[in-house]
């Protein structure tokens, strides 16, 4: 069973400044997801890493993929408010296309002035 | 929006009472998926199906159950309820497209039992 573990699970940071958030996982996995969450609302797709060395960037966020590592990253480029949520990363059994999702247990992103 | 919809979005209930949580995956996804919610266990898998069959079990209490119909939409049954089992419950909908299984999510439905 894959093991997903993400740090910090609390991160506090002001605007404008970088951050990385970290997410391990145990076994190979297939693919790598990054989800945002807002409080008491559902899970929106971020990102989906494919393969070793991915990378994608979506406006302040940017999220890369090192197989080898069993390490995913999303970094955070000059923090805006609008960012404050709880990212979540999560991993499906390789070889599994159809398979459940092992999800981290989330880091939660307060951004302030 | 996700596209997928799921009723209904607040449910308070007594223990010992049973639900039907109900879930309409996206148009054309085949999956469903069935996940918990809580604060001390995070988000944990619950049941798979596929195309009206059941695919794969997680961490499913056996007062939990759930089915897929023809339609494509899926109900969760929750009987015998615990204080315990008060969590967001999410269904997710997804197709397999080059090799990926996105996942999207519904809004969920919040289980508060008293």
């Known amino acids: 069973e894959l093991k997903v573990e993400q740090n910090p699970l609390f991160l506090s940071m002001q605007e404008g400044k970088n951050y990385t958030i970290y997410c391990n996982y145990s076994t190979t996995s297939d693919r790598l997801y990054w989800y945002r969450q807002d409080p008491g609302k559902s899970l929106e797709s971020l990102f989906v890493?494919?393969?070793?060395?991915a990378v994608k960037q979506e406006g302040r966020l940017m999220a890369s993929l090192d197989t080898k590592a069993r390490l995913s990253t999303l970094h955070i480029t000059a923090a805006v408010h609008d960012l404050s949520a709880t990212y979540f990363c999560?991993?499906?059994?390789?070889?599994?296309?159809?398979?459940?999702?092992?999800f981290g247990r989330g880091t939660q992103l307060t951004v302030w002035p | 929006d996700s596209g997928v919809t799921q009723t209904p979005k607040h449910l308070i209930t007594a223990t010992g009472q049973r639900v039907t949580l109900r879930c309409s995956p996206r148009s054309g996804d085949l999956s469903v998926y069935w996940y918990q919610q809580s604060l001390d266990q995070g988000l944990q898998f619950l049941i798979q199906y596929y195309n009206g069959e059941e695919r794969a079990k997680g961490n499913i209490l056996e007062r939990f159950s759930a089915q897929q119909f023809p339609d494509l939409h899926s109900e969760l049954n929750l009987s015998s309820l615990e204080l315990g089992d008060s969590a967001l419950y999410f269904c997710?909908?997804?197709?397999?497209?080059?090799?990926?299984?996105?996942?999207?999510f519904g809004p969920g439905t919040r289980l508060t039992v008293l």
């Open positions: 890493l494919l393969s070793n060395g």
């Open positions: 999560a991993g499906n059994d390789r070889g599994s296309t159809l398979g459940r999702l092992y």
């Open positions: 997710a909908s997804s197709v397999v497209s080059g090799g990926v299984n996105e996942q999207f």
